[in-house]
């Protein structure tokens, strides 16, 4: 498909946001910004052990305590059932009961244990220390590996495994599977590979704790619950089945939320802790998480061991990928930490056109903070396999790596919907020519001269080009696929668009955005399509009162799934208001012809515009018959495929070899995420993505000891790198329109964060190469860089 760039309009303007005023004026109403009268706080008591037995637990002194109105464990605390799992990957998963406070012990640092319910957030604290744990402590397992070994201990006794199952892409996979690689790997005149990279864990830190706020109306047996979510629907659903509260007297609102990064795509224990005592003590409740406590509360991500092997021929034309990966699930399975490793099943051979494909997964318990989706959850750690052992691939071939992705990336003649070997279609892609639109940003042959003059001249700072081409299988996605892969809900959303009588347009969104930017993008949307201001369209969302239907946002499908929900409703409203028209104008429907806003009697003067036919439609004096009053209409939108933006990203930085340190040079990303909205949101969420990724590849890393206690559990020894650590980003784009929805459109919002793991430590492998450095691991720490020269030097 040919690269296009879009004609100027409110689609593809680079429009200040919307939502911006507030946020940067301090008028932004955060959960705890909210207080309720008569409303309680409550402080949760966690486990200080990775795994202990827990043989009574003391609360009268804390219940004695000021201004304590109740202190409650799992015994007298009642909920109707465990927290809700929603991914039983096949048969063989595990998932034992969650209870929101641990019942029989704990297994990991910062279990629930009890929780006071006080007058003040300080009194709650004060008492919860007065809590008296008869603890056991027992022997903790914090490592994959030796988690699976005979006699480690068992996290989950009752199982009598720490296996929590596995799944193999030819057995699972409703995709069918064209080839095995197994030929491939034993034909002696194939060149193989065989790597192994650990992924460890990753802490999100949203800019906002977590935070919940259940407010009660007893006579009614009604509860809103203000929750800092990206899932306001799913949340409502899932607090139902685990608190029995009617769904219809719930609801749920997610007020301004300070980021989130899959960190707060969760129904967590204190969601139904809250909604659990604002139940039983008929009062409203407030929780709100301390910085420290969500090191060890809050959502963990990615830590994984992978094992890739690649199998090619002797030209360097890449004939299969064989992976299997092992995945940390911490103490429990929450809402969808099974399928993690499975969103990115089918893209470990990244964007190259191989032909046999395996794939299978081991899921694992540990004593640790359990894991989730964090940031686009199985694409980086798929993305960072392939382009890692692609560059060493082309190491032990001798081919530059540039050339050796050239010669295997699936060409664009094959598309659009061109099925890979993995069993999925891709909609549309370009990789050749992002990766040529990066490579002439960069000036690649400049820097390798430059790269072998200072190494020529025995200089200690040596500088390295990584590379990262990648795709994502994103805006997650049809109803039927997720239903064939177990995933207990759909990938639909809904949208609602209505003309209020003064000719203003609100617009209902159930994708919950908190931060990406869609009031703005989905304005612009609407505003070209039905020939409106952009300043007279409103967008609600995150309210499950104000929109009762939707699923939400994560996964990059805010616009992909939510936003073509809207034009599908959008051209609802166009049809009924083309009715209305040719009534008033006394003419037939074809006779009409729709532009900014306008339907014109074709060959004439005559016309009428859609807010004055909205004004028509709400006062109902003359409309046609069989035509209700309003104009307003509803679609949900179940998407035909995923939506599959892709990019080619580089990294130039200098690493002191004798000291370990490195200075990233500069970085620059060409994306392609289809049809751009609004330029300007684009690239703030591709400076996000990236800053998150070099994080990932040079700074953040949460180890435990073998006792299973946090090494990393503040921001001072975790390190969150800011501005001063980064370079200024060089940003370009290709454009590629998604031909599987009426917008164009794919996806963004993962983009850095996949790309930039690899593109880092491949820079990092290749400026030390020359000295027999094959791998450091992430985060390529000074200490870690240091000894990996080292090492080779001995």
Not at 36 to 65: C, K, Q, Y
Not at 361 to 371: G, R, S
Not at 438 to 463: H, M, P
Not at 610 to 618: C, R, V
Request: net charge negative; with cysteine.
């Amino acid at each position: 498909m040919a690269t296009t760039e879009q004609p100027p309009a409110n689609i593809g303007a680079r429009r200040l946001r919307k939502e911006d005023p507030e946020l940067i004026t301090g008028r932004s109403r955060y959960v705890d910004d909210i207080s309720i009268p008569g409303m309680l706080w409550a402080f949760v008591v966690r486990s200080p052990f990775a795994h202990a037995r827990i043989n009574g637990i003391d609360t009268s002194a804390a219940e004695a305590a000021p201004g304590v109105h109740a202190v409650y464990t799992a015994e007298t605390l009642e909920f109707a059932g465990p927290l809700v799992m929603a991914w039983p990957i096949n048969d063989e998963c595990k998932a034992p009961p969650h209870h929101p406070l641990t019942k029989d012990k704990a297994r990991y640092v910062g279990d629930p244990v009890a929780v006071v319910v006080a007058d003040s957030r300080v009194l709650a604290k004060d008492a919860a220390e007065l809590v008296e744990v008869d603890w056991e402590p027992l022997p903790a397992v914090t490592d994959i590996k030796a988690a699976l070994a005979d006699g480690a201990p068992l996290v989950h006794e009752d199982l009598g495994t720490n296996d929590a199952g596995s799944w193999i892409m030819s057995r699972d996979s409703p995709a069918p599977i064209r080839n095995a690689s197994g030929p491939y790997f034993e034909d002696p005149e194939m060149v193989t590979i065989k790597e192994e990279y650990y992924l460890g864990r990753l802490i999100p830190n949203a800019m906002e704790p977590r935070g919940v706020v259940c407010d009660v109306n007893p006579s009614m047996g009604e509860y809103t619950l203000y929750s800092a979510t990206q899932i306001p629907h799913i949340l409502r659903t899932t607090l139902t089945i685990t608190c029995g509260v009617p769904e219809a007297k719930l609801r749920v609102v997610a007020p301004d939320v300070g980021g989130g990064f899959g960190s707060k795509l969760e129904a967590y224990p204190e969601d139904a802790i809250c909604l659990a005592i604002a139940k039983t003590l008929g009062r409203p409740v407030k929780w709100i998480e301390e910085r420290s406590e969500g090191y060890v509360a809050t959502l963990h991500g990615r830590e994984m061991y992978q094992q890739i092997e690649l199998a090619a021929t002797k030209e360097g034309i890449v004939k299969a990928v064989r992976v299997k990966l092992w995945a940390s699930m911490g103490a429990h399975m929450r809402i969808i930490t099974p399928g993690i490793p499975m969103l990115g099943a089918w893209l470990y051979a990244g964007c190259y056109d191989v032909e046999a494909y395996d794939f299978e997964y081991t899921n694992v318990f540990t004593n640790n903070t359990f894991t989730d989706a964090y940031r686009g959850a199985g694409r980086p750690e798929a993305t960072y396999a392939i382009e890692r052992s692609m560059d060493a691939l082309a190491r032990k071939m001798g081919i530059d790596p540039v050339e050796l992705r050239r010669r295997n990336f699936i060409s664009g003649d094959k598309f659009p919907n061109y099925t890979i070997a993995s069993g999925l279609t891709i909609d549309s892609a370009n990789y050749h020519g992002t990766l040529e639109k990066l490579l002439g940003v960069l000036g690649y042959e400049e820097f390798r001269a430059e790269q072998e003059r200072r190494r020529a001249s025995g200089s200690t700072k040596v500088l390295g080009v990584g590379f990262s081409t990648w795709l994502e299988m994103c805006g997650i996605a049809p109803s039927r696929v997720l239903a064939a892969l177990k995933y207990i809900a759909g990938g639909w959303d809904a949208a609602t668009v209505e003309f209020l009588p003064t000719g203003t347009v609100r617009v209902l969104t159930g994708v919950s955005p908190h931060g990406q930017g869609e009031v703005t993008t989905f304005a612009q949307i609407v505003a070209d399509q039905l020939g409106v201001d952009f300043e007279d369209v409103e967008v609600l969302h995150g309210d499950t009162q104000v929109v009762p239907l939707g699923l939400d946002t994560y996964g990059s499908r805010g616009l992909a799934v939510g936003g073509v929900a809207l034009y599908k409703a959008g051209e609802k409203i166009i049809d009924k208001a083309r009715k209305i028209a040719a009534h008033e104008l006394e003419c037939a429907e074809e006779d009409l012809e729709f532009a900014n806003g306008d339907f014109t009697v074709k060959g004439t003067d005559r016309s009428a515009n859609i807010k004055a036919l909205g004004f028509s439609a709400w006062s109902a004096h003359n409309l046609p018959d069989g035509v209700e009053p309003g104009l307003t209409a509803t679609h949900l939108y179940d998407p035909p495929n995923f939506s599959w933006p892709n990019g080619a990203h580089a990294c130039v930085l200098e690493v002191d070899t004798e000291t370990g340190s490195i200075d990233i040079l500069r970085y620059i990303a060409v994306d392609d995420c289809g049809v751009r909205i609004n330029p300007m949101v684009v690239e703030g969420q591709v400076h996000g993505g990236v800053a998150q990724g070099i994080a990932e590849a040079l700074f953040e890393e949460a180890r435990y000891d073998e006792e299973g206690n946090l090494l990393h559990g503040t921001m001072t020894t975790y390190m969150v790198p800011g501005a001063p650590e980064f370079p200024s980003f060089e940003l370009d784009h290709t454009v590629t329109p998604s031909p599987t929805n009426p917008l164009g459109v794919k996806g963004v919002g993962e983009a850095g964060t996949i790309a930039a793991p690899p593109a880092v430590i491949n820079a990092v492998v290749d400026a030390l190469a020359h000295l027999g450095v094959t791998n450091v691991e992430r985060p390529a720490t000074p200490e870690r860089v240091w000894k990996a020269i080292q090492e080779a030097r001995s």
